[in-house]
């Protein structure tokens, strides 16, 4: 089953060039960073309303030299807390995005990087800061 799912990922990985594989769920997170070797970074935010979560999703995130270097070297995982009821999430993810909070957000900041290890260990944090993509991945790295 773990190989189908990974064939399945890196199939679709392929075919979707450099576009963003951003994941909802710990685990599977987890799981994919024990696999490939590989840091989770975990991004608090609220996409509807947060002003500098909105400005580091447009200047770091949906960058091509960001999601090129990301694709190799990160998991990218989102807990995002909408508040247009167009953006709802479904009840499941929005309990899971809660526990994620009360784990690694405590202080409810946004946006709220933290980068983690294969077993879920905080091994550093930061936020939105008016930086390039080159500078950003070399903070993210650095932890």
Known sequence: MKKIFLSYALVLITFSGFSQNWLTNLEEAKEISANENKN???VFQGSDWCAPCIKLDREIWSTQEFKKYADKNFV???ADFPRKKKNKLTETQIKSNKE???KYNLNGYFPFVVVLDKNGKVL???GYKKTTPKEYI???SSF
């Open 40 to 42: 989770i970074v975990l």
């Open 76 to 78: 990218m995982l989102r």
């Open 100 to 102: 994620l909070m009360e």
């Open 124 to 126: 550093g944090n930061t």
């Open 138 to 140: 070399n903070t993210l």
